[in-house]
């Protein structure tokens, strides 16, 4: 059985930072393309970013420089640590993985079938 279960999420004010993590079991977490999307209220899910099993890392243009996504395949661990938080970053967060040998991840979310419960981010002005 895969799991993927969000940590980290709050409530921040403007110009805030929040780390989420993710932590993973039941797959070789190392073999995965594993990524971050939120959704908020009335909206469609969004891919924010999404990282390789080599590293590499895509970032949606709305957080790109603000976000940075990480991870730590020895503890099934995926990290996003962000910065610089707008309101408009209210959302659900969740992390989600495919078995995909990608030099790089997309960051749309019908790519990935593994999802996690979500974490909440709300960011006041």
């Known amino acids: 059985q895969v799991y993927l279960v969000e940590s980290g999420g709050g409530a921040v004010q403007a110009g805030g930072s929040l780390r989420l993590s993710c932590a993973a079991s039941?797959?070789?977490?190392?073999?995965?393309?594993i990524g971050w999307f939120r959704q908020a209220p009335g909206k469609e899910r969004e891919g924010v970013a999404s990282?390789?099993?080599?590293?590499?890392?895509n970032y949606a243009d709305s957080i790109k420089d603000r976000f940075t996504i990480s991870r730590d395949d020895a503890k099934n661990t995926l990290h996003l640590q962000m910065d610089s938080l707008k309101p408009e970053d209210t959302a659900m967060y969740y992390c989600?993985?495919?078995?995909?040998?990608?030099?790089?991840?997309?960051?749309?979310?019908?790519?990935?079938?593994?999802w996690g419960q979500g974490t909440q981010v709300t960011v006041s002005s």
């Open positions: 990282i390789s099993l080599y590293g590499t890392t």
């Open positions: 039941g797959i070789t977490f190392s073999r995965y393309c």
């Open positions: 989600a993985a495919r078995l995909w040998d990608a030099s790089v991840c997309p960051i749309d979310s019908s790519d990935f079938g593994t």
